[in-house]
């Protein structure tokens, strides 16, 4: 009997509901005070079953609903059955959806009863039964809409009861998975009979249903569009199809087909099923629905793309002729296992991998919380483990498996995938379709996006079992699986095999060239046709050499698979050797410094630019061997070797000493960049260390440059120099925040010697800076450094080098706001140092005027940052993704630090540098700016500016765009950043940008 909430009870009612995870306890007191009113309030143990439930409020009102339709029988059935009080009250806290079709079908709460094991018969008799068909013949008896209503509700009841054994834990995901799918065929199989009922003479073509996708692999959603082909011949035909009207019987068959696929995706009083999809058909949409057995052979033989293939793995009869179907899986099955052979197969694999993510990104601002194609979701498990089935299953049987655990699992059987990795992707797995089914199951639709409000998000961490912080275990435990995910889908290698590749010259009845190179393609090789060709060139002989290669490479191999581009590290590896190979030191050096071949092999299958900087001088490995060896060497220490150099190459008899003696410095400058990118990479350096590193290293390229100039003038014009040269660094440079890609921004200025004709001081200080400019513009194997003046006075119009006077004139006539912004990372710091002072001095009042600047000058910043935003970007980029312009990049950041300093640094001497993080530090310290919000700024600026160093370092070209649409990019600026996967990168960036927009906002435009 129900146990009823007496009125002396009933002030505690509300509080234990609110304990048991009702969200609206008030609203739950008043339905169950109202069905009590009526005879029909749960008692307690109904109520300690509903507050165990995902959503207690849903499952209330469901029950609330049930209980009168259905009758004394359940409430005492409830009371006295506890399996069946968990299975009817877990369906209800999680599906709106079966609560609807409880209440219209009230008697159908039977199938989630103690020892029901859900309607009795199979699916396939079950759901004919319901259409009136009888199942061993597949003739129907009723047909129109009746069937159609009755095929739904069928297939409702059976999913009720499936649901309510795995929402309590009796089947797991992959039994759920099956049995699903094992409904969508009997439901195919029951269409098929009501579309029979609809075509006369449909006796004289034999039809079969191929299941695809997940139907085909036994892996089916709760909601999910069924993937099928058809297949078709005449009755009576042979095996060729001859002796019998062909084309009449496919006409037939198309109409069967159709009328198959309405049955089955018609919306009807009871809703529709499912889509049935035949787009996974030869040809398409475009092509015929259906076809022979031969036409199908004939199409996967000649003009089946690599897609296809993949697909037709999950292929399997569902409906229809048995024998006809059988026959088509024996056709295709070889055709299939084939495919790897195909030159570009494996790239065309992960092409449509990339085509799908890119195709996300572009249709959906959801792509973040997709469980099915968003990164790290169930395509990637699926896609990694296609693959290596693929390729390895052409000669391994064994890993043929259509589902995707089972698959895994033959994979790690077979030593294809490690145990760790496979275990790990399975659970990653049945997670990810747990999650996919729940979500589906709420209203049973097709979806695959995580919800985003806190009702859907709490309703998922309880039916998982997360009871402490529901919202907040689920999301981390989700993102936790697909950040596995992602690591491991873009691994994809295997060390062992690796090991046997690098012995193959000497070992080819092992591993025959043709299997390696598609056990390469499998492993991340993009050209293992390429990759076999260095093998041998470094492997084959009789040499010292040759011998220590082949000791070398098998565990260098697996070095370059672990970096994100493997050929390239090979490939750089044996034009680095074919320089260094004869040199005794070098090979010995790999061979016995186990740390420097590691770093090697990272560097050179991680980092164009690196690479290129090595192959221009292959003897800078020497700097791997310790991290002493690789940090940046002392500004001082620098300056003096490349000033050295610099005297060493004065003017003489013959040859093009100026030429040569900028040639001497700027060979210092390529190995000290090569220095400071392999630290970066090795993770040694951080990013403000980077920028004064490169910072430092233009600066002494600048200064010796500019001391052979002058050097070659005083030649020519047989006299020393009528004035002082002084360079002032700006933006970047005088911010000492230089990138590998940066221009070197700077502004000349001279003083005529007491005494000196100005003018020709100014024709030899003109001279002098472009003979500079002439010297680092000369072509040579290293990195250009370019000279940028158009921040100085009148930009490209004004003269390019000016008087320290004629500056003054300037500054106090003509200035505006933003040339005094210009002016605060201005930093004199290259030639006579009494001139790089007295510059110094006269810009100080301009930057950091007396009085700060007035509400006038603010606003005229506010309105150019403004219009920066809106006219600088790019065209056509994403401006989440611009690391400079877009909102919370480094554009933001350094606007808000030079603001602060133009209003206070007259009053804060701390604000007087041209570092953008220590201006921030000191307006901290000048409680000008919240310490939190510094914190926000500096993290947001510092990630930005880690992301366009690796974008440069892996490219080898400058980019202030986070890569979206080339996959081994992307891959690869994560994989140096340390991040698991793209996903994970593009989420933190996007995260710290949106953090710091919001303190720009608010700090640099005042908003509220």
């Known amino acids: 009997m129900t146990e009823s909430w007496t009125s002396d009870r009933r002030p505690s009612l509300a509080g234990r509901l609110a304990r048991l995870g009702f969200t609206h306890a008030a609203r739950a007191e008043r339905l169950i005070a109202e069905a009590e009113r009526e005879g029909a309030a749960p008692g307690d143990a109904l109520l300690d079953a509903l507050g165990a439930t995902a959503d207690p409020d849903l499952s209330l009102d469901g029950l609330l609903r049930l209980l009168p339709a259905a009758g004394g029988e359940l409430r005492e059935v409830l009371a006295a059955e506890p399996g069946t009080r968990e299975r009817l009250t877990a369906v209800l806290g999680v599906s709106a959806a079966l609560g609807d079709h409880l209440a219209r079908h009230p008697d159908h709460w039977r199938v989630l009863r103690d020892g029901v094991a859900g309607p009795l018969g199979s699916p396939r008799a079950d759901l004919l039964a319901a259409v009136g068909a009888d199942p061993a013949a597949s003739e129907p008896v009723a047909r129109g809409e009746d069937a159609l209503a009755a095929l739904r509700v069928a297939y409702r009841r059976r999913v009720l009861a499936l649901a309510g054994r795995d929402l309590i834990g009796v089947a797991d995901v992959a039994e759920v998975a099956a049995e699903l799918a094992d409904l969508a065929a009997a439901a195919l199989e029951a269409g098929l009979a009501i579309a029979r009922a609809e075509v006369p003479g449909h006796e004289a073509c034999r039809l079969a249903v191929i299941g695809m996708g997940k139907c085909g692999g036994r892996e089916l959603n709760y909601v999910s569009d069924v993937d099928v082909i058809f297949v078709a011949e005449a009755r009576g035909a042979g095996e060729n199809g001859e002796g019998a009207d062909e084309d009449a019987a496919l006409r037939t068959a198309t109409r069967l087909a159709s009328a198959m696929m309405r049955a089955c995706s018609a919306t009807t009083e009871e809703g529709a099923l499912w889509e049935v999809d035949a787009a996974l058909r030869p040809e398409g949409k475009s092509g015929p629905l259906v076809r022979t057995l031969a036409s199908h052979r004939a199409y996967y033989e000649r003009w089946a793309k690599t897609w296809e293939f993949q697909a037709l793995l999950k292929a399997r009869p569902v409906a229809g002729d048995a024998d006809l179907g059988a026959r088509y899986l024996d056709t295709i099955t070889p055709i299939v296992w084939k495919a790897a052979e195909g030159e570009s197969f494996v790239e065309d694999v992960q092409d449509m991998r990339r085509r799908v993510e890119a195709d996300l990104n572009q249709r959906t601002a959801d792509s973040e919380r997709q469980l099915k194609l968003g990164p790290g979701g169930l395509r990637d498990v699926e896609f990694a483990v296609q693959l290596l089935q693929l390729v390895h299953g052409r000669a391994d049987e064994t890993l043929r498996s259509r589902a995707t655990l089972d698959a895994l ?305 005083e030649m020519e014009s047989r006299g020393p120099l009528p004035t002082r040269m002084a360079v002032v660094a700006m933006g970047r440079f005088g911010g000492h925040e230089l990138g590998y890609g940066s221009d070197a921004d700077v502004m000349f200025v001279h003083d005529p010697l007491p005494g000196a004709d100005e003018r020709a001081a100014g024709r030899a200080a003109h001279a002098v800076a472009e003979e500079l400019r002439r010297l680092l513009a000369l072509p040579a194997p290293d990195p250009p450094l370019v000279i940028d003046p158009n921040l100085r006075p009148e930009g490209r119009q004004g003269p390019l080098v000016r008087t320290l006077a004629s500056y003054a004139a300037y500054y106090a006539r003509w200035s505006e706001p933003w040339e005094a912004q210009a002016l605060l990372r201005a930093d004199p710091m290259i030639g006579d140092p009494g001139l790089c002072e007295r510059f110094r001095a006269l810009i100080d009042p301009v930057r950091w005027p007396e009085d700060g600047i007035d509400e006038d000058a603010v606003r005229q910043i506010r309105r150019l940052k403004a219009r920066m935003e809106s006219e600088r970007l790019p065209r056509g980029v994403e401006r ?99 991040y698991p996967g793209t996903g994970d990168l593009l989420e933190d960036y996007r995260r710290h940008a949106r953090r710091a927009r919001a303190v720009v906002d608010r700090v640099f435009y005042g908003a509220e």
């Open 409 to 713: 699992a033959d994979l790690s059987r077979g030593g294809y995938v490690a145990r760790d990795d496979a275990a790990a992707l399975a659970s990653a797995y049945r997670f990810l379709r747990r999650v996919e089914h729940l979500v589906q199951l709420h209203r049973l639709r097709r979806t695959h996006l995580v919800p985003d409000d806190e009702a859907g998000l709490r309703r998922l961490g309880r039916a998982l079992g997360l009871r402490t912080d529901p919202v907040g275990e689920f999301t981390a435990l989700w993102r936790r699986h697909a950040r596995e995910v992602r690591r491991i889908h873009e691994k994809l290698f295997y060390r062992p095999l690796l090991r046997a590749v690098a012995r193959l010259p000497g070992e080819e009845a092992r591993l025959t060239p043709q299997a390696a190179r598609i056990r390469l393609e499998a492993l991340g090789y993009a050209d293992p046709a390429g990759a076999l060709r260095h093998i041998e060139a470094l492997t084959s002989g009789v040499s010292r050499r040759a011998a220590i290669q082949r000791t070398l490479l098998p565990v260098m191999l697996g070095w370059f698979a672990d970096a994100p581009d493997p050929d390239a590290g090979l490939l750089g590896f044996r034009q680095v050797s074919d320089a260094l190979g004869t040199t005794p030191w070098y090979l010995r050096l790999l061979r016995d410094e186990v740390t420097v071949a590691e770093r090697m092999a990272w560097v050179l299958g991680s980092s164009r630019y690196a690479t290129d900087l090595l192959l221009r001088a292959p003897e800078a490995v020497a700097l791997l061997g310790s991290d002493t060896g690789l940090a940046p060497r002392p500004h001082e220490a620098l300056r003096a070797e490349a000033l050295a150099a610099a005297r060493r190459h004065r003017e003489g008899a013959g040859g093009r000493p100026a030429e040569e003696a900028a040639g001497v410095v700027r060979a210092l400058r390529r190995r000290e960049l090569f220095r400071v990118a392999v630290a970066d990479l090795l993770g040694l350096v951080d990013v403000r260390e980077v920028g004064e590193a490169l910072t430092g290293i233009s600066a002494v390229t600048l200064e010796a440059a500019l001391q052979i100039a002058v050097n070659k003038i």
């Open 880 to 978: 989440r993704l611009h690391t400079k312009l877009g909102p919370g990049g480094l554009a933001d950041v350094e606007w808000v630090a030079q603001l602060l300093q133009l209003r206070y640094a007259h009053e804060v001497p701390a604000l007087r540098t041209t570092r953008t993080l220590d201006a921030l530090d000191a307006a901290v310290g000048a409680r000008l700016l919240d310490a939190e919000d510094a914190e926000i700024l500096a993290e947001a600026w510092c990630m930005a500016t880690r992301i366009r160093g690796s974008l440069m370092l892996v490219r080898g070209r400058a980019s202030d765009l986070l890569p979206t649409d080339h996959h081994r990019e992307r891959s690869s600026v994560a994989r140096v950043l340390d």
